[in-house]
């Protein structure tokens, strides 16, 4: 009757209302701040979310450990663009596309020999070859990598860097490369998991390794 159910209710309630009381108004997304009113309508803010920000980077004035926006939008560029090279690399090597010759000849290792997917191909690659690889991504990220604060976030080529006059199409083209990056960086995640659980990368419901 009503009486049960109003007691249901009420234990509900009581439940509910001490977790509410410990929710701190940092956690909520702010819609009124001047930070969240300036990035409607910038790159990267696109439907459906729109600007989203439940932890409240665009939080003004900035305060130490957060970083100035700038910065989390040419993160968030340059970890998108590693996540679609990294997506396309697990899809081709899966494919069983190689490199011709030898990834190492003291070791008599081929590029044909190292098997497809994140974590196996990861565990082939000898250490020698990783630090190569370090070595090349720093002189990236100092040298060439590095945004020139007079530019654009994201914009690390030079004269022959392909870059739009008409407003309208280059929003639309760095929209398209912020979203790919953002679902590469979940598809990559993705593929990362199924490798961890021991099925396929691509096809998880195909069959174990």
């Not at 679609?84 to 290792?109: C, H, N, Q």
């Amino acid at each position: 009757g009503w009486g049960r159910a109003h007691r249901l209710i009420f234990a509900m309630l009581s439940i509910v209302a001490p977790t509410l009381a410990f929710q701190g108004p940092t956690l909520m997304p702010s819609r009124s701040s001047g930070a969240s009113m300036r990035a409607e309508g910038e790159i990267g803010v696109t439907p459906p979310l729109g600007v989203y920000d439940p932890l409240g980077l665009l939080a003004t004035p900035v305060t130490y450990p957060r970083r100035d926006y700038r910065r989390y939008v040419e993160l968030e560029i340059k970890h998108g663009r590693i996540a679609m090279l990294a997506t396309v690399g697990v899809i081709t090597t899966e494919a069983g596309f190689r490199w011709p010759g030898y990834l190492s000849k003291s070791l008599d290792l081929k590029f044909a020999d190292v098997p497809g997917g994140c974590f196996d191909s990861y565990n082939a690659v000898p250490a020698l070859g990783w630090l190569q690889i370090v070595l090349f991504v720093v002189f990236l990220e100092l040298g060439f990598g590095a945004t020139d604060p007079n530019k654009e976030p994201g914009d690390i080529g030079g004269p022959s860097w392909v870059r739009y006059s008409d407003p309208e199409t280059k929003m639309r083209k760095l929209n398209i490369e912020r979203n790919n990056g953002r679902a590469a960086m979940m598809g990559i995640l993705g593929m990362m998991t199924h490798n961890a659980l021991g099925v396929d990368a691509l096809f998880p419901i195909v069959g174990g390794n």
